[in-house]
C-alpha cells in the first residue's frame, strides 16, 4: 500500500479512490411483493409495467448529506420491525430490521444491539449522522455483514439464525456483530481514512475498539477474557501464516488477524492503561478535527499517524511507551506463573505467586529481540463466583521490571486460581501459562 505520507494516498478515501463524497439518489425497480433498500431515505414508492407487461415495484431512496461513493442495494420479501429510539446524544433515530419472516428469533438481541451502540458512541464520541439505522438480512451466499449510510446489509449466518443462549458464560453473538456494524457508521462513515498504511486502524480497529466498550458494560468484567483470548489466538494464528511482512498497527495493510483482532488487543490495552474516558476523549477530537465535514478544510484524509497524536496527546508521560509498543511496534511477552500458594491468615488467605515476566520486540520477519521489561502488568487471584463463574478477588496492576518475581497478596475469600494478566490483556506468546490453580 502507499506509505502514510504519499501525496495520492492522501487525497484518496479508503472507501473508493476515484471520488470523495456524492450526493446520492437512487430509484430501484424489484418484483411487486419484494421491498428494495439503499442508503438514503424512502422519498416515494410505486408500482408500474415494465415493456412486458411484468408489473414491478419501484422505490426511490435519496441521502440528505453527502456519503461515501460505496453503497449496497438488497431485495427481498421482508418483514420489518421498527422502533423510534432516542440516543442518549441527539435526534430520535428509527430503527428498523429487515428480515426474513421465519427469521425473527434473534431481533430483540440486534435491536438492543443498536440501542446500546447508538447510546454509547453518541455519548463518547459525537452525534448519530441519521435519523434511520436498518439492518437488512440477506441470505448465506456470503457470510458478513457490513455497514453503508444507515444501512447494515448482514448475512442470515452472523446472527438470524443462530441460536443463542443467555447461560452465564456465554456471549451474545447477534449483538456483539450489531454493535461492531454500528460502530462503522461513526468510524468510516463520519470519519474515513486515507488511502494509505494503517488505514484500517481507523476503521476496523476502531470498530471492535467501540463493541468492546459496549461488551464491557453489558458483561461482567471476567467475560472479557474470552473476547481477548480469542482475539489474541486469531492474531498469533494469523502471524504464523503471514507471507510476505508483519506490520504494527499504525501501517498494516489491510491484514485482518493486525487490524481486528490486534487492533482489538490494543486498543483494549490501551483504555486499560490511560483509562476509557481519555481513550473515548482522543476519538472525540479526532472525529470532530477529522470527519467528512472537515474534508474540505483538511485538504485530505486522516492517516493512523493523525489518530496516534491524538492517544498521545491525552497520555501521560510516564505511560507513552505503551502507544510506542501497542501500534508503532510489534512487542510481544512471555508472561507465565510459575507458582501459586495459599496460607490461611485468620479469616483472610495469603496467596503468594512467582511471576515470571519477559518482552520482545519482533521484526517484519518475526525475529525477535528481548527488550527491557519496566511495565505495569496485571496479577489477579479468582474465587468461587455464581452460577459457578469465576469471580476475580484481587485484580491489580504490578510494574514488574525483572525476569521473575514473588508477590504476596491477602484476600478475603478462599482463593481457586491466580496468576499473571488473567484477562490476557496483553500480547502474550503463550497465554495458555499464565493461571494456574492454587497449591
Ligand atoms: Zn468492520
Redesign the pocket.
Known sequence: MRTRTDPVGLKQGALGDDADEINFAITVSTDPDQTAIAPGYLQRTWKKADANGQLRTYFSYKMDRPIADFYAIVSARYAIKKELYKPRVGNPVSLEIYYHPNHSVNLDRMMSGMKASLDYYSANFGAYQYRQLRILEFPSYRGF???FANTVPFAEGMGFTQKISDAPGKIDYAFYVTC??I??QW??HQVESANVQGGTLL??SL??YSALMVMQKTYPKEMMQKFLKNELDDYLGGRGFERKKEKPLAEVENQQYIH?SKGSLAMYALQDYIGEANVNRALHNFRDKWNLDELAKNGRYPTSADLIAEFRAVTPDSLQSVITDLFETITLFENKVDKVTVKPAGKAFDVTLTVSAAKFRADSLGNETPTKLNDPIYIGIYGEGKNDQDKLLFYQKYRLTKPKQTITVRVNQKPTRAGIDPLNVLVDRNSDDNVKAVE
Open positions: 455483514a457490513q455497514s461492531h456494524e460502530a462503522h468510524w468510516g476503521i476496523e470498530a471492535q481486528y
